[in-house]
């Protein structure tokens, strides 16, 4: 199973989820897929709404989530599977 990595804005109204590319050859992740979705209701009742997925360079994922993170963006537990 791929990894994940997740992150949430801080007023929790929208998740970004960091997904390693399992199709990957000989096991080296060089893409990532990044959803994006926004929450609608109580975060964990209801899965959040995707709303873009893109598949980007493993070095342009980790500069998104750096910056994000430095942004105020927390980091969660996975919040919906794909």
Same mark, same amino acid.
């Given at each position: 199973?791929a990894?994940?990595f =997740?992150?949430?804005? !801080?007023?929790?109204?929208?998740?970004?989820?960091? %997904?390693?590319?399992?199709?990957?050859?000989?096991?080296?992740?060089?893409?990532?897929?990044?959803?994006?979705?926004? %929450? %609608?209701?109580?975060?964990?009742?209801?899965?959040?709404?995707v709303?873009?997925?893109? !598949?980007?360079? %493993?070095?342009?994922?980790?500069e998104?989530?750096?910056?994000?993170?430095?942004?105020? =963006?927390?980091?969660?537990?996975?919040? =919906?599977?794909?």
């Amino acid at each position: 199973m791929a990894k994940s990595f =997740w992150l949430i804005n !801080s007023n929790r109204s929208e998740v970004k989820g960091f %997904i390693e590319n399992d199709k990957n050859i000989d096991g080296v992740c060089e893409y990532m897929f990044i959803d994006s979705g926004k %929450i %609608i209701g109580y975060l964990g009742k209801e899965p959040p709404v995707v709303e873009t997925t893109v !598949s980007v360079d %493993i070095d342009l994922a980790r500069e998104i989530y750096e910056r994000l993170l430095s942004q105020g =963006w927390r980091k969660i537990e996975p919040v =919906w599977k794909k």
